[in-house]
């Protein structure tokens, strides 16, 4: 390994040697030797063979293989130079890898975004299993990879695209990957950006500053006639310039809105120190617009409206932060550079008693003049050469343009508002782009056939004194930032330290070592279920009687409940972790492995009655965030990886699985959900006209969730009916939502149907032509241009109401005079929802009625089902005070995700269902 000895590498290096050495003592190294010892016995005693692994380490960019990431000592090896090998590599070498045959080490090189990183991973990934002889052979040879930093997000970006479907990733293992962008991103766009914009200045005045002339003699012209800001929050200053290329837009945002208003933040906070952009911890620039000038702060930053250009991958109220932050800087440039020479001269004035006297008093004075102004240069021109190094030492690039440093920006933002502020931060929308590709990969979670494995370590947080924004984190990535958008069997385990390497480095810790190696010998070596990293508590399944087992759903890892045989279960949910919900799916066993069926989704804690499919072996049980990443406790940034959360479910079998039938009569079609006939009617032997009491009724439905199907196609939602027959007294739960009705007028639900759905398309070609188009919610239309030249085409999917549901623009360019285009889009079609509501159709005055609401949906192909909620209920109960005939109710509101071309869509529809119900005095018979 070659190690170039610059400045900067010889003070990490050093203290990377000092956290290696003293991050244990010597008993401690011992114990871990001994304890490695054992967990590699256990594992070559699992046996089986393991599938290739192909290790992928950071990437490298650039000509120089000296250009390597930061703290970059061990993790990434060269696997061209002979003898360089990781120690991860060598630690599957001990667990029963034999190098070359199914353990490969690779590296990628010459990067220039994920799709440059993900196409030069299928073609070493085909390379080295050609080695091993399983490429060429026919179907899709098994191999796991495990990927280090930024090579984690590039494996899962190639896996999600269609760069390795010629191979079966069954693990990809990330190790500290930044699925989520990373705050050293952010960091060192800010630093590019501030230090692009001081350079620029600092040339556009430097002639000005040295060069000694009338005016800087004097100070005549020097001081600009001030904009107050009531001038500054006016509409039109406030309005967005034109957007022309990034450094244009923020260098006139910053002088035009920014510096003035951090003129007059220093005014009112404190002195400000020359050259430096300081602000007071207690309330910061930021919290300072967001508490003074709301309006201001609505506009172009919580409300701000995207920019125009599609070219942008950030979002505007991100560039307006950027801007902020060169705002500041050059406000402190320019107090800096600030001061004519004649003034300078007058400061503390002297009578000298000779000339010489005079000359070195006035001529210090001038030398100190002088050097001020150069001082400016001379920092502008360090600060470029410090930023350029800092893109080298965090491996995000090469050089200042490495496309990673801007993609690698986090999703989301906290700005920092200051202690005194009564809400510390404020989270801006800052990465659209992998805001997008994670919005992608999370609808396609469900359907995904290879089980990511996140791990990730979390240090002591030292960067919380100068960033308190930051949440948890290995010093260079938060740990939520290492979590990608989680399926039902992916795992998460995060090491926890105090003196360890940063990062990529967490592959160096022995737990890990073992940990990541257990889940690649899992299949093989038969290390079933419960697979726990350590110090993991709880998410195995504890049978605490016959009838009932609980179950522990957790945050990190899935936890599945053997359920053969059985029909229906009731689930008793323990109080949810806030921000968190609980996602229960099907499993079914076959030949081809386990396949997840039905998926439900429970927001809280309570009792519900789930129905299964048949051939359900088991159900799966995980804690899923639908909260922020990073949230935000008091004035601390928390973390929602950082510690596994922990919800118990008790699951109670309620009845067995019919038997099949030996001869099929009439026999349903497979892909049509069932939905069972209502029910008998019991005998009534006092001729009350089939008078139901209460509590004795069989209502059937379909199996009871809030979150319903999460894929594409039909799927019964709904709560089952009790599996007690007719007769049997049904104990009605405590927390059962109840109408009382007086008169024939009272709705049980007061919502009204409403569906959002495409109507009609609305196209401006930009060449002066319009177009609107009706229906059509797959759109394909051809265009004939009259004249060569550059067109903006957008097409627009409005509602039957006229409400905008999408846009779709693109760039055309036209060549010759008469060209024809086509464009093709996708809008929002229809959803299909079919309301099962049952209950009593004749019941009595003064008794609670029972009601089962259920659903089948069927959604678009591009469409993911994301919720599913009923009103009152999904079960409910009715009460009468008075005899007549009754209507009643129950909303179906459905909330579905459309993943369009370029954009995500989501919408909410309610739909209605009403029966009839006779309602008898007491007593009386009908």
Known sequence: MRLSLKPGRVLVLGLALFLAVGAYPQGAWDSLAAGRACAKAQILEAGGAPRPVLIVHEPRFGDSPDLQGLFDLSATVDPTVPGTTSSFGRYLESAGYTRGENLFEISLTGLRDLESG??????????????????????????????????????????????????????????????????????????????????????????????????????????????????????????????????????????????????????NRFLALPYVPSQSPKETFAGWVRRT????????????????????????????????????????????????????????????????????????????????KALITVKAEVQELIAHEAVKLTGLGSGPE???????????????????????????????????????????????????????????????????????????????????????SDLIAVFGGILRLPGKHVLDDPKAQEYVVRVLRQDAGGQGQGLEPPGASGGRQDPGSASLIAVDASSWRPALCPLEGIAAVTLGITELPSGWQLQVWEESSGSEGSK??????FHEGGTHVVRLSPGTASLGFRLVRNGPLNPVMGNTVASAFAQEKLARVYVAPLEKAAPEPV???????????????????????????????????????????????????????????????????????EDLPTVRVVYRSKHTTLKKPKETVHHH????????????????????????????????????????QGE??????????????????????????PIGVNIVLNGPKKWVTGKVAVFYAGADIDLPADAELVTVKFDPGEVFGVIWERAGDFVVGCACTVTVRYSLEDAGVEIENTYLMEVPVTVLTTGVTG
């Open 118 to 267: 993900a196409l030069r991973l299928s073609i070493a990934a085909g390379e080295a299993l050609s080695r091993a002889g399983l490429a060429g052979m026919g179907g899709s040879p098994e191999c796991d990879i495990v990927a280090v930093g930024l090579s984690g997000m590039i494996a899962r970006y190639a896996l999600e695209n269609g760069y390795l479907t010629d191979f079966n990733v069954v693990n990809l293992v990330m190790a500290s990957a930044p699925n989520r962008g990373t705050f050293l991103a952010g960091v060192v766009k800010s630093l590019l950006e501030v230090v692009r914009q001081e350079s620029v200045l600092e040339r556009e005045t430097r002639a000005e500053r040295l060069l000694p002339s009338f005016k800087g003699v004097l100070g005549v012209g020097e001081k600009s006639t001030p904009v107050s800001v009531k001038e500054l929050t006016q509409a039109k200053s406030l309005k967005p310039p034109e957007w022309e290329d990034e450094a244009s837009w923020i260098s006139t945002r910053a002088t035009t809105l920014w510096e003035p208003l951090y003129g007059e933040y220093v005014k």
């Open 293 to 372: 000038l709301p309006d201001v702060w609505k506009r172009v930053i919580s409300e701000a409206e995207w920019p125009a250009s599609k070219a942008q991958s950030l979002s505007l109220p991100y560039y307006e932060y950027l801007s902020m932050e060169v705002g500041r800087n050059q406000y402190a440039m320019r107090a800096a550079s600030r001061g004519s020479l004649v003034s300078t001269l007058l400061e503390d004035p002297v009578i000298p008693k000779d000339w010489k006297e005079a000359a070195v008093h006035y001529g210090a004075k001038i030398l100190k003049h002088f050097a001020q």
């Open 402 to 488: 490495s496309p990673f440093i801007a993609g690698l920006v986090k999703e989301d933002l906290l700005i920092n508002l200051g202690t005194s502020s009564t809400k510390r931060f404020e989270r801006i929308p800052a990465n659209l782009e992998l805001a997008e590709i994670n919005r992608s990969s999370q609808s396609g979670a469900r359907r995904r056939d290879t089980r990511y494995v996140s791990v990730i370590s979390k240090l002591s947080n030292p960067w919380a004194l100068i960033w308190p924004e930051l949440g948890p984190n290995d010093s260079l990535l938060e740990v939520d930032c290492g979590v990608p958008p989680v399926g039902t």
């Open 596 to 601: 997840p069926g039905l998926m439900w989704g």
């Open 663 to 733: 001869e099929e009569h009439d026999a349903q079609d497979p892909g049509e959900p069932s939905i069972p006939e209502g029910p008998e009617e019991p005998e009534d032997p006092a001729g009350s006209g089939d008078l139901t009491e209460p509590g004795t009724h069989e209502p059937p439905g379909e199996p009871g969730h809030e979150g319903g199907s999460s894929g594409g196609g039909p799927g019964p939602t709904g709560p089952a009916g009790p599996p007690d027959g007719p007769g049997e007294e049904v104990d009605l739960p």
């Open 761 to 800: 398309w609305v196209l401006d070609y930009g060449d002066g032509s319009r177009e609107t188009i009706q229906d059509q919610v797959s759109l394909t239309v051809d265009h004939t241009f009259e004249s060569p030249g550059h067109y903006r085409v957008t097409a627009e999917s409005y509602t039957s």
């Open 804 to 829: 905008l549901l999408y846009r779709k623009t693109w760039e055309t360019s036209v060549v010759l005079s008469g060209e024809t285009h086509r464009y093709v889009c996708q809008s929002v079609g």
